[in-house]
């Protein structure tokens, strides 16, 4: 009896026990960040956002002087007014011509297409970096959430192997020499980051909302419906329906608070990557967000396992190839 009670007592079981808790700890923080995945993911992520980087990239070039130019909306010497560090770098505060302007947003544009080719991949995914956020350091009255969404997706793809798969370098690559499409540390580091990236963002605007009485009263989503100024759909109809703007409004408010949550397990990342899509497409449509809203998705894309991409890819290529079972019925 002395001895079963001593050996409760014993500080040594005490150090295993915590030694098995700390290892146990040690383990799963290995396996989330160091285990090989798949890069197909982080490949179709990487051609959508390349795409609308692009897009963006156009958009600027339309009226470059005015984004950019030292007769800009914004002259250079301001600029620190609108940053919070006078130290925040751009390339084009070395720009002292329209015409250099002008060629950076053309440098930010071949490499946004290069990054949705995935050719030159790795140097494309710098450089597209290296525009974005010279953009955003330039201009900040310009600044919106697509910027700052293009800077979160941009960052792992520079990071991890985002052209090893569904690019023209792996097309392009030297038969017997490995083609760098098989599962690697890299990848899973870049999607991990992408995936608590995404979860912070969520988690901060989620609890963001709770300080407003609109979202706790239901009353949020017409507020935004009734906005003249984003509104480019006209829903306004839901006066009629205060029930469905509630409804809406507040599992909208519960979806972004609980996302951290509701994202991992398999058993609920499904209709929370739904509610995820339906969303930001609402935004992208009533509210003329779009481009804001694709990239969203786009980083939700980081939660879809890479067999659900490649089932997706098989089945499209057993459609298009000649004489498979599906072409007889």
């Not at 002292?96 to 053309?106: E, H």
């Not at 990054?115 to 919106?144: H, Q």
């Amino acid at each position: 009896m002395t001895s079963a009670v001593s050996r409760h007592h014993d500080p040594r079981s005490v150090d295993v026990h915590r030694a098995g808790f700390g290892a146990e700890w040690s383990t799963a923080w290995n396996t989330f960040w160091f285990t090989p995945a798949d890069p197909l993911p982080l490949a179709v992520i990487r051609i959508v956002t390349g795409a609308i980087l692009a897009w963006s990239c156009l958009v600027w070039l339309l009226d470059a002087d005015a984004f950019f130019g030292t007769a800009g909306w914004l002259r250079p010497d301001q600029v620190w007014r609108m940053n919070d560090q006078p130290w925040q770098w751009s390339w084009y505060f070395a720009a002292p011509s329209p015409t250099m302007v002008r060629v950076l947003g053309g440098i930010t544009l071949v490499a946004a297409i290069l990054l949705t080719l995935g050719l030159a991949t790795p140097v494309a995914a710098v450089v597209s970096l290296l525009g974005v956020i010279s953009a955003a350091n330039r201009a900040p009255l310009n600044v919106f959430g697509l910027d700052d969404t293009l800077g979160m997706l941009l960052v792992p793809l520079a990071i991890g192997p985002s052209g090893a798969r569904l690019s023209l370098d792996r097309w392009l690559a030297i038969p017997g020499q490995g083609r760098g499409g098989e599962p690697s540390v890299r990848a899973n580091v870049a999607l991990r980051l992408l995936q608590v990236h995404l979860c912070v963002v969520y988690i901060f605007s989620g609890t963001g909302k709770l300080f407003g009485a609109s979202w706790w009263e239901g009353t949020a989503l017409w507020g935004a419906v009734a906005n003249d100024r984003y509104r480019t759909l006209d829903l306004r109809w839901l006066a009629g329906h205060p029930l469905v703007v509630n409804a809406l409004t507040l599992v909208t408010l519960w979806w972004e608070v609980g996302y951290a949550a509701l994202v991992w397990p398999r058993l609920t990342r499904g209709l929370c990557l739904s509610l995820a899509v339906a969303v930001h497409l609402g935004i992208g449509l009533a509210m003329g967000m779009m481009e804001f809203g694709l990239a969203m998705i786009a980083a939700n894309l980081a939660f879809v396992p890479a067999s659900t991409f490649q089932a997706v890819l098989d089945s499209r290529l057993m459609s298009l190839t000649p004489g498979t079972p599906s072409d007889h019925p």
